[in-house]
């Protein structure tokens, strides 16, 4: 009889079940307010969900066409313009995906062989690793500075080999709420003139951004733009994190072999919401606003934390505010956070699992795209430890 379990090498056998599944079942399981994995815990836009509804009413519930609808594509492309004076090509340049989930996967997918190298900035989104492993890949990790999570471009250039393929970058970064500034671009900039290294930025939370602070998107630096995968996500824009219904921008000469790849793991997305996206992409102020949204919910819920015991820097962009508790406890971040949950029903993500090597800053990483009275209840409760 044959022996699966030992004739199976797994392709990825250190990868478990994420913390961000961990902690949600954690937190339902215990009945914790849960301010773990990113998601609102509010609806979208009622006018949003009646399109949806409209589009499948119109029969809109067959395959879409591979790249994405054109409508969408075209409204995309519009934006890119509107906000940042770049111009992509609809045809050519854009692709609708299955989240930005599945636009990192299929680029890093595209492009990415065997002993090839790529640099990761951590605390990392966590899908990036185990997609440049599949593919026979080496993760080239730069664990950035726990104060501020500035990136030390001269230690990233000491890193850079002729193996070097790809770059990840991600601002407005998740966890740390960090943004990448002009400065930080031009220099990466100008690290990579003269070489063949691809980027990929991931963009999901470019809307969400504070402070009168502005999104400095690859796409606007020309010598990135020529050699770069942006990923983008709807589900972070319009708070509707299930839909699952993002896109990648890239030139199209990569944008060729990204299709060649999307084409076999998911062939199209979800058609309905895809006609009802772009039709509500016309209206700017959807996107526009969200940065003052999120905003007012930061300062809400750090005004209610200034009397707690963590300590914190207000987060730059993103949905999160990472908190440090070293004033409270000597245990682990994971410890701790698995704990608050048990004990106190509040549910957080520690950061050392996104970290390199499981560095532990003892920070917790609190999400708070929620109603304003889930953060003031979130408050309360934190204050109280
Ligand atoms: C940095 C980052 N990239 C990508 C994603 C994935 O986005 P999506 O839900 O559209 O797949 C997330 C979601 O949490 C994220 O935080």
């Known amino acids: ?28 399981k215990e009945n914790a307010l849960n301010l773990s994995q990113g998601f609102p815990n509010f609806e979208s836009d009622p006018k949003l969900i009646e399109l949806v509804n409209k589009a499948m009413k119109n029969g809109k519930n067959q395959y879409a066409p591979m790249p994405g609808i054109f409508s969408l594509r ?24 299955a989240g930005a989930t599945q636009a990192i996967f299929t680029a890093i997918a595209a492009v990415i062989k065997k002993d090839d190298e790529v640099i990761i900035f951590k605390p990392a989104y966590d899908s990036y690793e185990p997609s440049i492993e599949l593919f026979g890949g080496k993760t080239i990790a730069v664990q950035l500075n ?10 990233v250039k000491g890193l850079i080999t002729d193996k070097t393929k790809m770059i990840i970058i991600n601002s407005p970064h998740n966890p740390s709420g960090r943004i990448l500034s002009k400065e930080d671009m031009l220099q990466l900039e100008s690290l990579l003139k003269n070489t063949d290294i691809l980027l990929l930025s991931d963009e999901v939370y470019e809307h969400i951004i504070f402070d009168g602070e502005k999104h400095q998107s690859a796409g606007l630096f020309p ?23 993002g896109y ?18 998911v062939f199209s997305v979800n058609h309905p919401t895809q006609v009802a996206l772009a039709e509500y992409l016309k209206n700017s102020n959807n996107y526009l606003e969200l940065g003052s949204f ?92």
């Open 1 to 28: 009889m044959s022996n699966f379990k030992v004739s199976l090498h797994s392709k990825l056998p250190a990868v478990k079940t994420s913390i961000f599944s961990i902690m949600s079942g954690l937190s339902s």
């Open 74 to 97: 075209e409204a995309i492309a519009e934006k890119m313009e509107n906000l940042y004076g770049i111009s992509y090509n609809p045809d050519t340049e854009i692709t609708i995906t």
């Open 146 to 155: 726990p104060e501020n999570f500035n990136i030390d471009w001269v230690k």
């Open 223 to 245: 010598s990135l733009a020529e050699r770069t995968f942006i990923t983008a996500s709807f589900g972070k824009t319009f708070h509707n994190t299930g839909w699952k219904v």
């Open 248 to 265: 990648c921008i890239a030139p199209a000469f990569l944008t060729e072999e990204f299709r060649k790849v999307h084409q076999f793991n």
């Open 294 to 385: 999120y905003q007012q919910k930061r300062d809400l819920f750090l005004s209610l934390l200034k009397d707690s015991r963590f300590d914190f820097k207000p987060s730059a962009g993103t949905y999160f505010q990472l908190l440090n508790f070293s004033k409270i406890t000597d245990e682990s971040d994971v410890d701790f956070a698995i704990r608050l949950t048990k004990e106190q029903k509040i549910a957080s993500i520690p950061i050392s699992v996104f970290n390199e090597a499981g560095l532990d800053t003892k920070v917790l990483r609190f999400c708070f795209a929620k109603t304003d009275e889930t953060l003031i209840k979130a408050a309360e409760v934190i204050c109280a430890i």
